[in-house]
């Protein structure tokens, strides 16, 4: 299928990621006709072939890019394609005061074993940084940590770091629910432990890649398999996503204090060196 061929009958992704039909085409005028099978109060409308294809993606394609990235990590497999590497970790929420020290020989294409001369000490090197991230003791902010540092790296799965701050997460939220009283889920398919798990890989995904902006609140459940009625999720339990971003931010600052702790005793022990 060519850019502006569009075959009938075909299914779409717009970009809150709900579903799209092309229900006819009409290639000498250059118009496509389209309904929502999922949203019946948006109709059916009839709009350019070249407006369509600005602002969807084929179901395929976005399957397709989904097993090469995200797949792999189980998350959910409705994405777009360039959603996934453009705004890996530069969220404002999970920036680290450390981050360019982290980075400078980290990863194997500038990886450098510096050798001291002239009697001075050695230069921080690769392994210091490793070593960084191994002193911090806090389990699902070295987690996070290691995420942030290597999860653009195709070649290194991460799921398992994922799912330990998601479960970090996800407890937070339970206990936080139990404080307030807060009673199962109400006209749903989830139990409570069930709802914070799939809050919290919503809220983690969605800060890795910046993704906020990009969807509605109907379009986030939908994409991240949360069966909940959108007002129902704003009324209940938005505040508790809010609780979880916060969160995060406390573990980026449990990262920092720690990496700055071990970057002091570097200092020191080349001063005494």
Not at 59 to 86: F, M, R, Y
Not at 165 to 184: I, P, T, W
Not at 232 to 240: D, E, H, K
């Amino acid at each position: 299928m060519s850019e502006l061929n569009i075959d009938v009958p075909s299914k779409w992704l717009d970009k809150k990621g709900d579903v799209i039909h092309a229900l006819s085409v009409d290639t000498e005028n250059g118009l496509v006709t389209i309904e929502w099978p999922n949203n019946k109060k948006r109709g059916v409308r009839t709009v350019s072939i070249q407006k369509l294809i600005s602002q969807v993606i084929s179901i395929d394609k976005a399957q397709d890019a989904a097993d090469k990235t995200v797949v792999k990590k189980g998350l959910p497999s409705h994405v777009w394609i360039d959603e996934l590497p453009n705004n890996f970790g530069q969220s404002p929420n999970l920036q680290l005061s450390n981050q360019d020290w982290l980075e400078q020989g980290m990863h194997a294409k500038t990886v450098k074993f510096n050798i001291g001369a002239g009697g001075l000490p050695p230069e921080v090197n690769w392994e210091d940084h490793c070593a960084a991230i191994a002193m911090i003791d806090d389990k699902p902010a070295k987690a996070l940590a290691s995420i942030l540092l290597w999860g653009s790296d195709a070649n290194w799965d991460w799921s398992r770091q994922f799912d330990e701050v998601v479960h970090h997460l996800a407890a937070n939220m339970v206990g936080r629910c139990k404080k307030d009283g807060r009673s199962e889920p109400q006209a749903c398919t989830h139990r409570l432990p069930e709802l914070a798990r799939l809050m919290a890989r919503m809220v983690l995904h969605f800060e890795l890649y910046e993704l906020w902006e990009l969807y509605t609140t109907k379009g986030r459940l939908q994409f991240c398999g949360i069966e909940v009625n959108a007002s129902t999720y704003t009324n209940a339990w938005l505040t508790y996503q809010r609780q979880m971003t916060h969160d995060l931010f406390d573990m980026i600052g449990r990262i920092d204090y720690s990496i700055g702790n071990y970057r002091a005793q570097l200092n020191k022990a080349d001063d005494n060196a």
